[in-house]
């Protein structure tokens, strides 16, 4: 399965905050980590056709801040993995060669 | 999502995101972090100015973004597909629709239980949408017949057009478009083709027949061979005649479907048979399919084929058909060319009489002998926008009771909300409410539709030849449609309140009307009426008036005054200008002269609205003598004692008198506007004038008259003269008598009739007719637009008097509290009756203003349907306001009544 360049990086996101995945949080990092500031709604999108698509499962669970409210907690599937391995591979390939330095 | 206190003032946007969104904790989040980032927002521009809308605008933005769409869309998707994985796990998926109608036979059995507990406002409900809608399927059933679709029993009727004949120099140097086409011209335009399919020749006129032992006139279409083949109706028995357009072999005659059931009765033998038509023997040789009048509404009765010999000095109609693709601008510059070329090879001289140059321009079917959307159609288009008007009105009044309704009933919504109905459920039963309603209303339209289309018909347009019912299938299908069109939308209202009902405050309520929402709803649908009522009533006040002005336009001719021809089945006998004629009128007037209260009559060539002619008036000394926009001179030649039987007034001098006609003299009476026109500063009497060339003798002018209209109602002042009977010679011929009984009844003009038949025993048939009657094609419109508008105005005005009393009586209710108070205060009866007139009459005032405004804003459509009436008439609209006003105050009594009465004490007691 070929990944969409948000889609990429959001499940990214999700892998480097590991039990902490959740809506907020997720699109901190895509904003602080990769630059990307994207709008509540976009990632609700992206979270939720990622679930349908079966590359997410999320359970509810508390947030790891005090009085936090419960919330969506995400986690990758297999599938997933093996997405963003295909994708990184590929982006390998087509650097191989580019790199100046 | 109370805890947003930052985004108040986005409620209503964001409550609807929120009823969109399927209720799951990923939804809630969503709108939780929609909320987090607009305060977050807010925080950062709160020190700024205008930063707090700045926020705002922004969330706005935000919330109706298409990825908040899209995410909406997801997440119902996703409760869809979860519904249906539940439905199949419970093994029931196959028949939702099993479950939906059962849900819905259970929403119409609760109905009927429902309206069955209530007659009253049933019965009330249904026949207000059963006028509303039966008007419309009357007044469709009419304008369909008279413009939309075409003319029955024709092919592709779409592809007709009528021909007309555009001259450049008609009356005062105006172009006049004429539907009546010279022979040679029509005929040139038929034999070219041009990129028409097919041109046919036609005209009307009526004859006598004898069919057993009564003379009937019946009127029969002389057309060419190629009038069947171009429209395309086919035969109810026997064949039609045709083929070459101009040779018929025989004297084939085609009968109507109607004169073959009336004077044939209906047998299949009638072909073959002979039928007499103005002395003339024609073979029956096949009847017309029911309800074909050929291209147009009016009602004929035989067709028979054009005789070409006889065609040759008379003007016909012309119709084409140009097939769907075919350009119309080259047919008829075709047609234009042909019709040139006529022109210029025939002999001038003779030119007048055999081709006239002129443009062919075409118009549909449907359009009258001037080539416009005839007055009939225009008409009809506007009741039809009114009858819609209508409709609105009983909807809005509809809703009105509804909502009434819905307050009656808030305990029982509240309760099935409390019991877990879903709110879906509760628009859903409420809507099955509203339809079967409107359905019922469409049943019990289908009487009343067929009762007003019959008076429709039968008294307002006579004249056109209607199919058998007033209702169709067609028809029916179409009000069964608008019926749940209609319960659709008076169901969306209530429904929406129902759903709004606050579950807590309506069970902890003891009594809530629904809230100020709602009576709002109400007064608005009220001032809604009373403003389409307003609109209604003043279209009527214009139409009477005009109806009213036409009536009394001075036409120089008395509304007593009655015209008498004698007709035989032999058209010799009376030919005009015979020997036979004048003998015939003559023991004619003997004959009514010697009854008792018939002195006043007299004989006449030329008539007005049966007979004009024209003759040339010279006067010594000048070369020419001024155009008048009505065209003129008109001449009557008349016998002693004409302008008392017609009532046309004597202004100064003598009348013609019977010593002239005997002494065959050279006098002349002149009209008001002739004598005014030729003589404006000298006396017109003793004056000389030639008629027919500047060599003729001199006929003295001993008497000027009153201006007689000719053609119509509507008509410039044109130039009029009198000569003694005989005095035209050949120039002009075909006689009537015109008669003015003293105060007389029918009865007396029957014992006329009987007294002309035993002095002329030759005469077949003797006509009696009001020479006003001549113009009942004319006022048709106008009466057809008072009258309907009058009974339209008249339901609305009623209805709209109920929906104010429902309102002024709701507000009573709601207010019952305050008036306990106001009255517990010392406040009189006086004072709390003036209180809820002054409610109500501002309603009326409010829609009175707004329904005037509107008519005036539509005056651009209105005011060419009128005569000589402005649509700003003061008259009609003091009486437009002072009737509604009225009206409304008339509502507001017996609520005010009951207001009055309220006992503060109880009242009081129930608050605590």
Redesign the interface.
């Known amino acids: 399965m070929s990944l969409g360049d948000l889609q990429n990086l959001t499940l990214l996101a999700v892998a480097r905050l590991g039990p902490g995945a959740y809506a907020r949080e997720i699109r901190r990092v895509l904003a602080d980590v990769a630059g990307r500031e994207v709008s509540v709604s976009t990632v609700f999108v992206t979270l939720t056709r990622l679930e349908d698509q079966g590359l997410l499962t999320s359970s509810r669970g508390t947030p790891p801040e005090r009085g936090g409210r419960a919330t969506r907690i995400f986690a990758l599937t297999e599938a997933a993995w093996q997405a963003l391995r295909e994708a990184r591979a590929a982006s390998e390939l087509m650097w191989e060669g580019l790199e100046s330095g | 999502m109370t805890e947003g206190g930052g985004a108040q003032g986005l409620g209503p946007l964001r409550d609807l995101l929120l009823a969109w969104l399927p209720e799951d904790?990923?939804s809630r989040?969503?709108v939780?972090?929609?909320e987090?980032?607009y305060e977050r927002r807010a925080e950062r521009l709160g020190g700024r100015p205008g930063g707090g809308w700045r926020a705002r605008a922004w969330h706005l933005a935000?919330l109706a973004?298409p990825?908040?769409l899209?995410?909406i869309w997801?997440?119902r998707r996703?409760a869809r597909r979860a519904h249906h994985r539940e439905a199949v796990m419970r093994g029931r998926s196959a028949d939702r629709a099993g479950v939906w109608l059962g849900g819905f036979l259970q929403d119409v059995r609760q109905t009927l239980r429902g309206l069955r507990r209530e007659p009253r406002f049933a019965v009330f409900v249904v026949l207000t949408l059963a006028l509303g809608l039966g008007a419309n399927s009357a007044m469709y059933g009419v304008a369909d017949r008279l413009f939309l679709s075409g003319p029955p029993e024709v092919r592709a009727p779409e592809e007709l057009v009528r021909l007309y004949l555009r001259l450049p120099n008609g009356v005062a140097g105006q172009g006049r478009t004429a539907a009546w086409i010279p022979y040679r011209t029509a005929l040139a335009i038929q034999e070219g083709g041009g990129g028409f399919t097919g041109v046919t020749l036609y005209r009307y006129d009526e004859r006598l027949s004898r069919a057993g032992d009564a003379v009937r006139t019946l009127r029969v279409s002389a057309v060419d061979g190629r009038y069947f083949g171009v429209l395309g109706p086919v035969p109810a028995a026997g064949r039609f005649f045709g083929g070459d357009p101009t040779r018929i072999e025989g004297s084939p005659a085609v009968i109507s479907h109607e004169l073959w059931l009336d004077a044939f009765g209906g047998r299949p033998g009638a072909v073959g048979e002979a039928i007499e038509l103005a002395g003339e023997t024609f073979t029956v040789v096949g009847v017309a399919p029911e309800g074909f009048s050929g291209p147009h509404v009016e009602r004929v009765d035989a067709w028979v084929p054009l005789v070409v010999e006889r065609a040759g000095n008379r003007n016909w109609q012309t119709l084409a058909r140009l097939p769907p693709g075919r350009p119309h601008d080259a047919a008829l510059a075709a047609a234009t060319a042909e019709a040139d070329a006529i022109h210029h090879r025939t002999d001038p001289g003779r030119s007048f009489q055999w081709a006239v140059p002129g443009t062919i321009i075409a118009a549909p079917v449907s359009a009258d002998d001037e080539g416009t959307t005839s007055a009939e159609a225009s008409v009809a288009r506007l009741l039809l926008a009114v009858m819609g008007l209508v409709l609105l009105i009983a909807a809005a009044n509809v809703v009105n009771l509804l909502l009434a309704r819905m307050t009656r009933r808030h305990g029982e919504v509240v309760v099935r909300l409390a019991l877990g109905i879903g709110r879906r459920r509760l628009a859903r039963l409420l809507l099955t409410e509203s339809v079967s309603l409107a359905l019922l209303g469409g049943l019990a339209s289908v009487p009343v539709a067929w009762v007003a289309g019959r008076v429709l018909r039968g008294v307002l347009l006579p004249q056109v030849a209607w199919s058998a019912s007033p209702l169709d299938l067609r028809l029916l299908a179409m009000t069964g449609v608008a019926a749940v069109a209609v319960g659709v939308v008076v169901g969306l209202l209530p429904a929406r309140q129902a759903g709004r009902t606050e579950l807590t405050s309506g069970l902890a309520a003891e009594r809530i009307g629904g809230g100020r929402g709602r009576g709002r709803s109400q007064a608005f649908l009220a001032v809604a009426q009373v403003t389409l009522s307003a609109a209604l009533l003043m279209c009527a006040g214009l139409f009477l008036r005009s109806f009213w002005t036409m009536r009394m336009t001075d036409l120089g001719v008395e509304g007593d005054a009655w015209a008498v021809t004698l007709r035989s089945l032999d058209d010799d006998r009376f030919a005009p200008g015979s020997d036979g004629e004048l003998d015939g009128y003559q023991r004619a007037l003997s004959a009514a002269r010697s009854l008792d209260g018939f002195q006043r009559s007299s004989l006449s060539v030329g008539l007005p609205f049966l007979y004009t002619f024209g003759w040339g008036v010279f006067l010594p000394g000048r070369d020419s003598i001024p155009e008048l926009p009505g065209g003129g001179p008109f001449v009557s030649a008349v016998s002693g004692g004409y302008f008392e039987a017609l009532g046309t007034p004597v202004l100064r001098g003598n009348p013609i008198t019977d010593e002239h006609v005997v002494g065959q003299e050279r006098v002349m009476v002149v009209g008001e506007t002739m004598a005014r026109s030729l003589w404006p500063r000298v006396d017109a009497m003793g004056q000389c004038v030639r008629l027919g060339g500047a060599d003729q003798p001199c006929f003295t002018v001993i008497g000027v008259v009153g201006d007689a209209h000719r053609f119509g109602y509507r008509e410039p002042p044109s130039m009029q003269l009198y000569v003694p009977r005989g005095m035209q010679g050949n120039r002009f011929s075909g006689m009537t008598m015109v008669v003015r009984p003293d105060g007389a009844g029918t009865g007396s003009l029957d014992r006329l009739r009987s007294a002309i038949r035993t002095a002329v025993p030759e005469a077949d048939m003797v006509e009696v007719f009001r020479i006003r009657s001549l113009l009942e094609p004319e006022i048709r419109p106008w009466r057809l637009g008072a009258v309907v508008l009058g009974v339209a105005a008249g339901l609305a005005l009623l209805v709209s008097v109920i929906g104010v009393y429902g309102v002024v009586s709701y507000l009573v209710a709601q207010r019952r509290r305050e008036i306990g108070v106001r009255i517990a205060l010392g406040a009189s009866a006086r004072a709390i009756r003036v209180l809820v007139l002054r409610s109500g009459t501002l309603s009326g005032a409010l829609g009175v203003g707004a329904g005037v405004a509107l008519v005036l804003a539509a005056s651009r459509w209105i005011e060419p349907l009128l005569y000589e009436t402005a649509v700003s008439d003061v008259l009609v609209i003091a009486g437009v306001a002072g009737t509604l006003v009225g009206a409304a105050l008339l509502a507001c009594l017996l609520p005010a009544r009951q207001a009055a009465r309220v006992d503060p004490v109880t009242c009081l007691r129930g608050q605590g």
């Open positions: 904790d990923w989040e969503f939780t972090e929609l987090h980032e935000r973004s990825r908040t899209h995410f997801l997440m996703r």
